[in-house]
């Protein structure tokens, strides 16, 4: 590990971790698993700020898949990398499923405050109800991307042990088993998931510091 190679992998983890965090927190407001006629006049009170916070979220999955690649080539001339690269490219997966996810919420979040302005109830009503089968589908997605991740996570957690990250590790192996635990056992309830998606930012930030003592 070079100190160039290893200090691009630590910053580009530190800042996917605070984008995808940041993006999210700092929303001023959020849709829930399905949109609610309320959910768009709140958009639109404050749609610069919220558009562009949902880009940081969105471009954060980016970033941290871009910096799991780049933690993964650290372990090029290493035998942890046949353990490191599938954990990557799982967990990669899922950050990018979820992405795709997020970004239908995005648009039709988006979209759905402009052109509902001014509309009636009824309208909006309908409209909420013309995106219920959609969202059925995309919640599929958000399932999918959070095990993905959790099984990365998991797998990842091998290598983190090898290259000395041995708590960051276990923390890993912990989010990943939760993750794919709590979603696919409470498959209705989504929202239980927030709690890891907090510490898995933390978790991925804690990863970018350590690589850089």
């Not at 871009?66 to 599938?86: D, I, K, N, Q």
């Not at 290598?159 to 989010?175: K, N, R, S």
């Amino acid at each position: 590990m070079t100190d160039f190679s290893t200090g691009v992998t630590a910053a580009l983890l530190l800042a996917g971790a605070t984008m995808t965090w940041l993006g999210w927190v700092l929303l001023p407001s959020r849709i829930g698993i399905f949109f609610a006629p309320g959910d768009f006049a709140k958009v639109h009170a404050r749609f610069r700020p919220w558009i562009w916070l949902f880009r940081i979220h969105l471009f954060g999955h980016v970033v941290t898949v871009m910096a799991l690649v780049a933690f993964g080539t650290l372990a090029t001339e290493a035998a942890v990398r046949v353990v490191a690269w599938p954990a990557i490219a799982i967990s990669s997966a899922g950050l990018l499923v979820s992405a795709l996810a997020a970004a239908f919420y995005y648009h039709f979040g988006a979209w759905g405050a402009l052109d509902m302005a001014g509309k009636s109830e009824n309208d909006i009503v309908n409209f909420v109800g013309s995106l219920r089968v959609t969202t059925e589908y995309v919640t599929c997605l958000v399932r999918f991307g959070r095990v993905f991740f959790g099984l990365g996570q998991l797998v990842l957690a091998v290598a983190l042990f090898q290259f000395g990250l041995g708590p960051v590790g276990t923390l890993g192996a912990i989010l990943g088993l939760a993750a794919m635990a709590v979603t696919l056992g409470f498959p209705d309830d989504l929202d239980y998931y927030m709690p890891i998606f907090h510490v898995n930012a933390l978790w991925l930030a804690t990863i970018g510091l350590a690589l850089l003592t």
